[in-house]
Structures are given as C-alpha cells and as structure tokens.
C-alpha cells in the first residue's frame, strides 16, 4: 500500500513534531519507577535548574499554555477583578474565554495594531477605581513575543512594569514564545523577567520543540502561595511529572532551547525577505520573531491554500500568518515561496 509523502507546513510551530533531542530526553527517563506528581528527584533538579535559568523564585510545570495562562493570572486577578491585555492576546482571542470563566475575572482588551500595548491605552481602562459598580484592574498582560511576532524591547517592558506597578497592578508576561523574543534580542532568559518587572511568567516549551511542556514561573514567592491547589483544581497537575521535566531538561542542555529559537527566527526572516519581492504581497509587520505576516492578494488566497498549510489570520484583509518552527528548513521556504510566486503569475 502506498504511503503519502508527509506534508510540511508553514501554519504553526504547533504543527511540527517533537525535538529529536526531546525524544531521546523522554525516553532516557522511561526507566524504572518514579513518583508521582513531580515528587520524584528528578523533577525536582529540573525545576530549580529552571529556577536559576529564569531568575524565579518558584517553578512550576504544567502541560497546556491556556492552563499555564490561568493559573498565572489566577495569582494576580479575583472575580472582580479584570485583567488589561492587548486586543490580539492569546488570552483574549484563542483560549475560549478560559480565563474569564475559571477565574472569574474580565479581560479588558486595548488597540494593538502590532501586537505591543502601551501605558497610555493600559490607562485608558483606569477609570472608577473603587467604585463597586466597575471592575477593578489589578493585572496588565502582555506577550513576549507577541501574537504578531513582534518583540517588546526590554525598555518597553519595564516601562509597563512600572507604570502597573505604580497604579497597584502586576504584570504578566504570556512567554509562549519567550524563547524566539530571547534569541531576537539576544538576551539570556534571566535578563526577561525579574530584572525588567514582571510577576508572573508562563514559559512555553510546546512552541519550541517540545510535546506537551509548560511552566508557570513567579518572581514573586507571596504570589505563588497555594499554587499546587490551585494547578491541581485546574487539572494541570501531571501524574508522570517526570516526562514534562525531561523535556525542559533537554531544553535546557547545550541550549537547545536557544539553537532551536534561534533557527525558526532566521527562517521566518528568511520567508519574509522572499514574499517581500514578490508584487502583490506586502508584509504587515516587522519579522522580529517567527511569525510572518502578510497581505496575499485575496483572488489566490484560497487556491493557495489547497496546496499550502496557512492561517488566514485577517479574513477582512487578507492578511496571512506564516510560522517558522524548529525544523523549518530553506527548502520549505523556497518551496512556499516557489508556489506563491508562480500561482500569483498565473
């Protein structure tokens, strides 16, 4: 039986498959018994191996970004409380409102047109403090890098850092791709976080190379309190802890996590350098991260996509979001690129 030639794409680095270095990380610890729930030794060394890689003051790993965001802001934000983020947030746009309903709280959206928020708009939402008919804000949220794969530059998030800080609010940080804005900015991860403001980080691993790996870090020990009920409640506590440990382990040896970032962001400005030339297409953002976005001409959007694996990211506009991951490769990007080119002269 003939077997289809695998497909390659350009959609999400949630679509590609799992760092061979990770596997081997996971199969390594497929060996004997270990408790459970992250009360073995192992897990125990990687998580302060992650606390001096991070800065933090506590660890803790968990398996699904949305839970991670959840249980990060469930720190910081009550019933009635809400939560400032930008309008293109993870958070606010793709995670079914899970904040909102397993917290309770608001998320109040401001104008990002490339992905960044400022004090100016989080102020905008600082109005009737204290009066009890109004939510109350007490987090700002922002994404590093964000969901428009640009990079907040470390003066930018010190900036929100102090401006929420200075009106009784605390920052936090969705570091989905954290890693991709370390390798832009060529900042070490510890240089991300505490130094710059933040109070609460959520890590990803699963964008990077990773299966199923998330943590959620805090730069303040007062805001973790009762944190193991409350991932346990959110039904992210692992039984197998060992298994997310491992990938952070292999993350964090040799710099994987760095060489992998690192690769995905050449690509993606590899892809925006070659859709740049073509007539017709016109990019939307600068490529700092790896993420690329870009306006097809919409009469071809949909022809391409019968070959092509993409995400319409603006339907209005036709505006189209392209990913690089860990094992993109040159040929993948001349390959799309190749196709673009030759549908649009058709």
């Known amino acids: 039986m003939a077997t289809a030639k695998p497909r390659r794409a350009l959609a999400s680095d949630n679509w590609a498959g799992v ?15 270990a408790a459970s729930y992250g009360e073995d030794a192992y897990t125990k060394s990687v998580v302060e191996k992650l606390r001096d890689a991070l800065g933090a003051d506590e660890v803790f ?13 469930e720190s910081l934000a009550r019933p009635h409380n809400a939560v400032i983020c930008a309008s293109t947030a993870h958070i606010h746009t793709s995670e079914c409102g899970a904040a909102e309903k397993h917290i309770g709280c608001k998320l109040l959206p401001v104008p990002a047109p490339n992905g960044k928020i400022t004090p100016e708009r989080i102020g905008e939402h600082l109005h009737h403090l204290g009066n009890e008919h109004h939510v109350q804000p007490s987090a700002v949220s922002i994404s590093q890098a964000t969901e428009y794969g640009t990079v907040y530059s470390p003066d930018e998030v010190r900036v929100i850092a102090n401006f929420a800080h200075d009106h009784d609010m605390r920052l936090h940080m969705d570091g989905a791709r954290l890693a991709n804005a370390a390798a832009s900015l060529g900042r070490p991860l510890n240089e991300m976080g505490r130094t710059l403001g933040v ?31 409350r991932r346990m409640q959110s039904m992210q506590l692992a039984s197998k802890m060992r298994f997310i440990a491992a990938q952070f382990d292999a993350l964090f040896t040799d710099d994987l996590w760095l060489r992998s970032a690192t690769h995905a962001n050449r690509m993606a400005a590899l892809l925006g350098e070659q859709l740049a030339r073509i007539p017709g297409i016109t990019l939307t953002q600068k490529v700092e991260a790896n993420e690329v976005f870009a306006v097809f001409p919409r009469e071809h959007v ?12 603006n339907e209005a506009t036709a505006e189209v979001r392209l990913v690089a991951s860990f094992d993109t490769t040159t040929d993948d990007v001349t390959t799309f690129v190749q196709k673009v080119r030759e549908c649009l002269t058709q």
């Open 199 to 229: 109070d609460v980080l959520t890590f990803g691993g699963t964008k990077n190379g990773a299966l199923a790996a998330e943590a959620v870090v805090y730069f303040d020990k007062k805001l973790a309190k009762d944190f193991e009920y």
């Open 61 to 73: 790993l968990v398996f699904t970004g949305t839970g991670a965001n959840v249980i990060g802001l």
């Open 302 to 313: 949909a022809r391409l996509q019968e070959e092509l694996w993409f995400q319409v990211w």
């Open 19 to 33: 760092h061979p270095e990770i596997i081997a990380a996971i199969s390594a610890a497929n060996v004997a018994h």
